[in-house]
């Protein structure tokens, strides 16, 4: 499975300028709900065959972000590029590359697993015998094939997980989000998955965006972005963050970086009330 | 995007609909024994309180049971509609809706076939239901079975392009209750379902305009007429005007850049 391997709705762009692309790019993004403002001018990229984690306590804004880029609604302000087609403008073209793993389940219980993935495959204007072919592929790589005709309801949560994934990635994007995916996995099962979609970074060029709040599925190879309260706090290697968030462990930074937000919202708001004790009657 | 992929996603949608519906055998029950119930008893109690004079399509003197049988068609059609914008509604919830929505076609296309599938399951139903009101000795002529057909289909359409409207603007599961009280009740109420229309003016012509204006009263006379071999045309011009009506708003509230979703709030799951 390489990036030109043929796929059932081609983008205009060809591989070879692709490959100088940022497989995804989102410039100066905000978005509100009403009047609460969840995302505040975000800016990243991830480049083809990058892991990066997108590293943020719950309530930083991650999943409206996974919103947007997968298109649920559309960004107030800014703009999202999946290998250089505009979200808004080519929806078609950008959805097409990407592959999305959400944070709730999406599959069917009731349905097998290979008849969940043949809807997934449909979704995306694959016919039928390829549908099948992909989906027996996928399945028999994260080594469930053998239970392709079960019904999810009688997988374990990681299982499910593994297959969600194989459904997200039958369609050959070159993107691939995952939102919060080791969310209530035992370490195993995390583990597989990490080291699966790692794999297809190094071995297939794959992009990823990948979600946590959990700072242990960082490694040293990853990229990494911290964001808090909507705002981008740092992006780079995990030195950069190192070097960012004051040094010590990963950890510290990341709890500094993330803390020292609260604490200058705090300051403000103790500067606020200072002004209004010191404000004449 | 060739007209082959937009086929080939109607067909899985189609597909999964069916296989969905074929696993919940008790949603199957449930919606076959509601017009049952009605058809078996209530009707059956209610023949002696009224009698219904020759009116279109009707060329002799009709039963109770024989005039209520093309409101219960439509029940079918309202129940499945509403219960499908549930299941968006849970589909949105659960992530399955997003998944639909994350599909490389166009969004409208994704909604309309979505919708169709719907309207398929429940018009299965509908004959279901006339096979059993067929032993119960209501029986419109034969042609009249597949005259209806495409009553049925349009009516299905409009009123689940209705529930589309209201699965953008529902987030809770729980407001079926609330989907039931004012949207369920109402329309089959006062429309033409359970009585003839002009009972309805000799006792309340307010009650009387608000039939009239119902859509789910022209859905039902479309399916009456074609259950008999005979097109209303005043019905179809009103269950085909309120289908591009609320199909339009269903588009419009998915929209990604118009919608109610992105601005109303977080997806579910969502919380910053």
């Not at chain 1, 960012?244 to 990341?254: K, W, Y």
Request: proline share 6%; charged share 20%; hydrophobic share 50%.
């Amino acid at each position: 499975m390489t990036a030109a391997a043929p796929r059932s709705l081609t983008p205009a762009s060809p591989a070879a300028s692709a490959a100088s692309l940022p497989a995804l790019e989102v410039s100066a993004l905000s978005h509100a709900y009403g009047p609460r403002r969840v995302l505040h001018d975000v800016s990243l990229r991830v480049m083809p065959g990058e892991f990066t984690v997108l590293l943020g306590p719950n309530g930083a804004g991650k999943s409206t972000l996974f919103a947007l880029v997968t298109r649920l609604f559309d960004a107030r302000q800014g703009s999202i590029r999946i290998f250089g087609a505009a979200l808004r403008q080519q929806p078609g073209v950008a959805l097409a590359q990407l592959g999305v793993v959400f944070q709730q389940p999406t599959l069917d219980p009731d349905l097998s697993l290979r008849q969940n993935l043949a809807y997934s495959a449909a979704l995306h204007g694959m016919s039928r015998a390829e549908g099948r072919r992909r989906a027996e592929e996928e399945l028999a790589r994260i080594g469930l094939l053998e239970r392709a005709g079960e019904a999810v309801r009688r997988l374990s949560g990681g299982q499910r997980r593994r297959v969600e994934m194989a459904r997200a990635l039958m369609t050959r994007p070159r993107l691939l989000l995952m939102d919060e995916p080791t969310v209530g996995l035992d370490a195993a099962s995390r583990s597989f998955l990490l080291d699966h979609v790692r794999r297809l970074c190094r071995e297939e060029g794959l992009a990823v965006l990948w979600a946590t709040h959990l700072i242990d599925e960082v490694d040293a190879a990853s990229r990494l972005i911290v964001l808090h309260a909507g705002r981008v706090r740092a992006a780079g290697g995990p030195e950069q963050i190192l070097a960012e968030g004051g040094g010590g462990t990963l950890r510290d930074a990341f709890a500094r970086l993330t803390d020292e937000e609260r604490a200058s919202e705090d300051r403000t708001s103790e500067e606020r009330a200072g002004d209004a004790r010191e404000a004449p009657p | 995007m060739t007209a082959l992929h937009y086929f080939r996603c109607l067909e899985g949608i189609v597909r999964r609909e069916a296989l969905r519906f074929v696993q919940q055998r008790g949603r199957f029950l449930s919606a076959l024994v509601r017009p049952l119930v009605w058809l078996l008893i209530f009707a059956s109690g209610f023949r002696f309180v009224l009698g219904v004079s020759i009116i279109p399509p009707y060329q002799t003197y009709v039963m109770y049971e024989e005039y209520v049988v093309p409101g219960l068609c439509g029940m079918v059609l309202l129940f499945q509609a509403m219960q499908s914008s549930l299941s968006m509604v849970y589909d949105r919830e659960m992530g399955s809706m997003r998944m639909l929505l994350t599909s490389p076609l166009p969004r409208w296309w994704l909604l309309g076939c979505r919708l169709l599938a719907a309207v398929l399951v429940a018009v299965l139903q509908v004959y279901v239901f006339l096979l059993v009101a067929w032993f119960w000795e209501v029986r419109p002529p034969p042609l009249g079975y597949l005259l209806v057909l495409p009553a049925l289909l349009l009516a299905g359409m409009m009123l689940g392009a209705l529930g589309l409207l209201l699965s953008a603007r529902i987030r809770q599961l729980e407001n079926f209750a609330g989907v039931m009280n004012f949207v369920i009740f109402p329309m089959f109420f006062a429309s033409s379902a359970l009585y003839p229309l002009w009972r309805v003016q000799e006792a309340s012509p307010v009650l009387w305009h608000l039939c009239q204006a119902n859509p789910f009263t022209h859905a039902v006379e479309l399916i009456r007429f074609a259950l008999y071999g005979r097109f209303d045309p005043v019905s179809a011009a009103v269950v085909g005007g309120a289908l591009l009506l609320f199909g339009a708003l269903a588009v419009l509230a998915y929209d990604p850049a118009l919608g109610a979703i992105g601005r109303r709030g977080a997806p579910a799951g969502a919380a910053g």
